[in-house]
């Protein structure tokens, strides 16, 4: 073999060496590729696609429904309602703003009348001593009888009244009453109290603040059949069927059980803002009363009316031509006899 033989030879075979090299070099290139590819973490994103955008609610699918006519159409229409409902609740806030004001304006209106003329008209009197059905025996009632009946001589002064009444039979409202031949006036006036739950001072201030019973010297039957005033309205004659001292006081008794009984039947209302006319005659007006109690809602209910100032300036006297007296001479007069009502 020549030299230039042996030479191409090693030539051949040295570049055979230098592929070989070079194929196993690019083979643990692309092995080390891959696994670097296999090892490196996913990515937690999700892919941008058409299946991952948020669905349209029912809303706002209707609301882009149908021609640009038709979606104007409900634009304008949720635009509007939209409106009107903002505007709801704006009024709502100013009736609550208004309201608040109303209650505050009464309050202090009390608050004053409270303090000029010892008058509150929300709270003419407590429900504990209105309801207070324990406050007098019926020998403590003939002694105040005979104490403020003094003057009054004869069988028709109330300190000396005796009446044969009729048993009635207890109900939701009262316990029941039994009746005599000859009962006294002390003994129907506890009676009545203690079977319908109403203080003996209550129906006492209402006979004298009614027909002035408890002091007059000149008492007559006419003044008997109407005692309380029970179903006696102010624009006519007295219901015969409650005549009589008895039906009076017992019913006037068993009345204010009903009225408590029955609110919602009835247009004063306790923890409320009640308007109270001053007058019957309406063109007197009237004013807003915050009543606080049970008590002073059941009086205005059976005298519907609060005294304006001419009235509370005269005390026991008259006012002017729009002045009423029912709850101011309650109030009044159980202030007198009882001491404060509002205790």
């Not at 009736?95 to 000029?116: G, H, P, W």
């Not at 002064?157 to 029941?176: I, S």
Request: glycine share 8%; proline share 4%.
């Amino acid at each position: 073999m020549t030299k230039s033989t042996r030479q191409s030879t090693k030539s051949t075979s040295a570049k055979a060496t230098s592929a070989k090299a070079k194929s196993q070099s690019a083979k643990s290139t692309k092995t080390k590729s891959v696994k670097s590819k296999s090892t490196r973490p996913k990515s937690s994103r999700p892919k941008s696609t058409a299946s991952s955008c948020r669905p349209r609610g029912a809303f706002t699918r209707w609301l882009h429904r149908g021609d640009k006519r038709v979606r104007f159409v409900k634009t304008v229409i949720v635009r509007s309602v939209s409106s009107v409902a903002a505007l709801a609740m704006l009024l709502g806030m100013c009736l609550v703003v208004y309201r608040q004001m109303s209650i505050t304006a009464a309050k202090n209106r009390q608050a004053e009348f409270s303090q000029d003329y010892d008058f509150d008209p929300g709270n003419i009197i407590s429900d504990a001593q209105f309801f207070d059905s324990k406050a007098m025996s019926t020998y403590e009632v003939q002694q105040f009888l005979d104490k403020h009946g003094a003057k009054c001589s004869g069988d028709l002064c109330l300190k000396n009244y005796t009446v044969a009444t009729l048993a009635e039979p207890k109900d939701d409202l009262c316990d029941g009453y039994t009746g005599g031949q000859r009962q006294s006036a002390a003994q129907i006036i506890d009676g009545a109290a203690r079977s319908c739950g109403i203080a003996q001072k209550v129906l006492l201030v209402m006979l004298e603040k009614e027909q002035g019973l408890v002091s007059t010297t000149e008492p007559s039957e006419a003044r008997y059949q109407s005692a309380l005033g029970l179903s006696c309205p102010d624009d006519g004659p007295c219901d015969p069927k409650h005549g009589g001292f008895f039906n009076q006081v017992y019913g006037a008794a068993r009345r204010f059980k009903y009225y408590q009984a029955h609110a919602d039947q009835y247009r004063y209302h306790a923890g409320r803002l009640n308007y109270v006319q001053y007058h019957p005659n309406e063109s007197c007006g009237g004013a807003d009363v915050w009543i606080e109690n049970d008590a002073t809602a059941l009086l205005y209910i059976y005298t519907p009316y609060q005294p304006n100032v001419s009235s509370l300036k005269a005390g026991l006297g008259e006012g002017d031509s729009c002045a009423s007296y029912g709850n101011r001479n309650f109030s009044i007069l159980y202030n007198a006899w009882f001491g404060d009502p509002r205790k």
